[in-house]
C-alpha cells in the first residue's frame, strides 16, 4: 500500500495490483494483464473501484441473491465434503465465475473483505461456455 495526495491536498492510500482476466471478462476489459490501482486495501474496495471503471463486471461478476449464485441441476448435498466455503449473500460471484486472489479462490481467505498488498495477483475468471 502506498500514499498519495489527492486533488484537496489531503493523504489517501492507495494499492496496485496485477489483475489478470479471462472469458468474458477479458472481452469486457479489452484487455487479459494490467496495473490496477484503487484507494484502499481490500477486494472489496477493489472491485467497488473496478466496478466504478467498467460498470458491465458488476452484473457480469456478482450475484445479488443466492439464487443467482446457484444454476439449476446441481445436486443437493446434506452435508458438504472438506473444507467447503462461501461467501455471504450479496458478495457471491456468479455460476461459474471466480474471484483469486495470489492464487487462492476468495471465499478461502476473507471473502471480499481479503486484505491486498501492492504487486497482489486478482484473477477474474469468467470462460466462455459453448452449449450445443
Not at 38 to 50: K, W
Not at 58 to 67: P, R
Not at 69 to 93: C, F, R
Request: hydrophobic share 35%; glycine share 8%; charged share 30%.
Amino acid at each position: 500500500m502506498s500514499t498519495t495526495t489527492d486533488a484537496k491536498g489531503e493523504r489517501a492510500a492507495t494499492t496496485t495490483v496485477d489483475v489478470k482476466a479471462t472469458g468474458h471478462v477479458r472481452r469486457e476489459l479489452g484487455e487479459h494483464r494490467f496495473d490496477y490501482t484503487f484507494e484502499g486495501d481490500t477486494l472489496r474496495e477493489f472491485l467497488d473501484a473496478l466496478f466504478d471503471d467498467h460498470p458491465a463486471l458488476k452484473e457480469m461478476l456478482v450475484a445479488e441473491t443466492e439464487d443467482g449464485a446457484s444454476t439449476a441441476g446441481w445436486v443437493d448435498i446434506e452435508e458438504l465434503p472438506g473444507d467447503w466455503a462461501k461467501n455471504p449473500e450479496g458478495e457471491q460471484t456468479r455460476p461459474y465465475v471466480r474471484v483469486v486472489v495470489n492464487g487462492t479462490f476468495n471465499e478461502h481467505l476473507d471473502g471480499f473483505d481479503t486484505e491486498l498488498e501492492d504487486g497482489d495477483r486478482v484473477a477474474l475468471m469468467y470462460p466462455f461456455m459453448f452449449c450445443m
